[in-house]
């Protein structure tokens, strides 16, 4: 990480807890991205957000496709109140708190016109490739699923062919210990737990436990 991003993520108060517990050391921003519900009111410089949706337009995808769209949308814009909209009613407290959300969309078809069975999957690569970016960043950036997709869809004009999915959420990382109890800091990290690797990766045969 270069020395400037490093300060700046300093000065932005970068959580240390909650890394994740890894069996094996691996790239640590995969080690340290978590999603967050508790975000600064900080902006995100335009830069930033362009460095994020470049990381994730370099992502692979089926016959280049590259099906994922975005509508992304600042505190205190319409657009930005439109996606809010979408959200479950449980959620719009915290995520109203970001600066930044952004509404998913993937393209249904390949070139020739008949469905991209993979779209949904590519969409995924890049959101990936978007995370990682994000962390370096010190960004974090909690997706959200259960969304109401139609009021998107309309509200934004979607074009038929192409699906909404799910709502980004964007923001810098939360001071979480100092504004949410030790209890609901406990259930945060507790999120972070994995299955082991055995319970997942077969070597040679499919494992029944
Ligand atoms: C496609 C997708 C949809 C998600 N939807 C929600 C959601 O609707 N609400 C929410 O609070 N978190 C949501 N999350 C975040 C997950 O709950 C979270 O990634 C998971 O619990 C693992 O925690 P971690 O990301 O902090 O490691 C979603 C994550 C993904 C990848």
Aim: include cysteine.
């Amino acid at each position: 990480m270069d020395s400037t991003i490093m300060e700046r993520n300093a000065q932005k108060n970068l959580r240390k807890w909650n890394i994740a517990d890894t069996d094996h050391e691996i790239f640590a921003l995969i080690k340290q991205r978590w999603s967050t519900r508790k975000f600064k009111p900080d902006l995100i410089p335009e830069t930033d957000l362009k460095k994020i949706f470049e990381a994730g337009r370099w992502a692979s995808s089926y016959e280049n496709i590259q099906p994922w769209r975005f509508i992304y949308a600042v505190k205190g814009s319409p657009s930005y109140t439109i996606i809010q909209e979408c959200v479950p009613d449980n959620d719009t407290e915290w995520v109203s708190k970001a600066p930044v959300l952004v509404l998913t969309v993937y393209k249904q078809q390949r070139n020739d016109g008949s469905t991209n069975n993979h779209a949904m999957l590519n969409l995924g690569l890049c959101l990936g490739n978007m995370h990682i970016q994000a962390e370096y960043l010190g960004i974090a950036m909690t997706q959200l699923f259960d969304i109401d997709c139609e009021h998107a869809t309309k509200s934004f004009g979607v074009p038929k062919g192409y699906s909404t999915y799910s709502v980004l959420v964007l923001g810098y990382y939360g001071d979480s210990e100092e504004v949410i109890t030790r209890e609901e800091l406990e259930a945060e990290a507790l999120i972070r737990k994995r299955y082991a690797q055995t319970d997942f990766v077969y070597k040679d045969e499919w494992k029944t436990f």
